[in-house]
């Protein structure tokens, strides 16, 4: 099942993103066979202040799992974190 997870970092943490992201970068690693699409999120100055990843797991709980494991989420760098069944319309501009 799909799942998007949309979180947003607290104001003024790039620096603990930047110190974070070896340890994330792991862990993404470490469960690419669930991604659908990860990235960061961009400000208006093209810096990164949260992240989108749309995963493909079991079930929420597994979801809620794979979010609350990030080093991210771990060393707090989080102000939001939502989690929600996606849906893909379409894909590379074809119609799923």
């Known amino acids: 099942m799909l799942f998007a997870i949309s979180c947003t970092d607290k104001p003024a943490s790039l620096a603990l993103r930047m110190e974070t992201r070896p340890a994330h970068v792991d862990y993404l ?13 961009l400000d208006a100055e093209g ?9 493909d797991v ?3 709980a597994a ?3 794979f979010a609350a494991g990030d080093p991210y989420a771990k060393a707090g760098l989080f102000e939001s974190t939502v989690i929600r ?3 893909t319309v379409f894909k590379d501009g074809v119609a799923a």
Do not use: M
């Open 29 to 41: 690693k470490q469960h690419a066979a669930s991604f659908v699409l990860v990235g960061p999120v």
């Open 85 to 87: 069944p996606f849906r």
């Open 47 to 55: 810096k990164p202040c949260g992240s989108l990843l749309v995963v």
């Open 63 to 65: 979801a809620e799992a």
């Open 58 to 60: 079991a079930d929420r």
